[in-house]
């Protein structure tokens, strides 16, 4: 599902290298483990196709991301991608349904009827935000948005979920509920995880820990 393969990369800034050579199997789940700055969020950017590396490949179920212009990157994380980052970035005046909806209506080919409604109203519930559903999100705390942004990148089924420490700002049941709707799902639709974490304890949940140090990805 993801082959990343002799990847350099350096932001314009300077003082940061990044290194890897990574294959990830479809319906695998990986955790991403590593100090603060030393590049797991980067390499889940690299991955995304959000970063662009200097040199080597990276694809995506056969499809060379890192060759595609800004477009088709964009395309392809809305088809086939879900993901789950410490931004979150919500647009504050749509409510917790719309926001979870938001991917349906961006990309004209994915259906915006009224099985995926029910579907997000059936995600939001899972999570404990029936009641919220049709609340602006800016009201809402920084747990329930981060709640409502695990429920966006699952609306779409994706067959990859890229995750950024999902459950950081969340309290211990709320956050092992979340966890679990996300392994739920992804192995429901035999999808790929690749999920960054700082709690070791989360571990046995996932098929292969991937180690990033000081840029270097093993």
């Given amino acids: 599902m993801i082959e990343l393969s002799d990847i350099a990369f350096a932001y314009d800034t300077g003082g940061f290298e990044l290194t890897a050579a990574l294959s990830i199997a479809k319906g695998e789940k990986a955790a991403v483990i590593g100090p603060s700055g030393s590049g797991k969020t980067t390499l889940l950017h690299l991955i995304a196709g959000i970063l662009v590396p200097a040199r080597g490949k990276v694809a995506i179920d056969g499809q060379t991301v890192s060759a595609m212009n800004d477009k088709a990157r964009r395309r392809l994380r809305l088809s086939t991608m879900g993901l789950v980052f410490q931004g979150i970035e919500l647009v504050d005046y749509l409510s917790a349904r719309d926001n979870v909806l938001l991917p349906c209506r961006l990309n004209r080919s994915l259906r915006l009827d009224r099985k995926t409604r ?101």
């Fill in 118 to 218: 029910e579907r997000a109203d059936a995600l939001l519930e899972r999570v404990g935000l029936s009641e919220a559903a049709g609340r602006v999100v800016s009201g809402l705390s920084q747990g329930e948005r981060q709640r409502v942004g695990i429920c966006r990148a699952l609306i779409t089924k994706p067959t990859l979920v890229l995750a950024d420490e999902p459950t950081a700002s969340l309290d211990n049941d709320t956050a092992t509920s979340a966890l679990d709707l996300l392994m739920q799902l992804v192995e429901e639709h035999g999808a790929t995880l690749v999920m960054l974490t700082h709690d070791k304890s989360l571990l046995p949940r996932f098929d292969r820990v991937v180690h990033v140090e000081k840029g270097v990805v093993s």
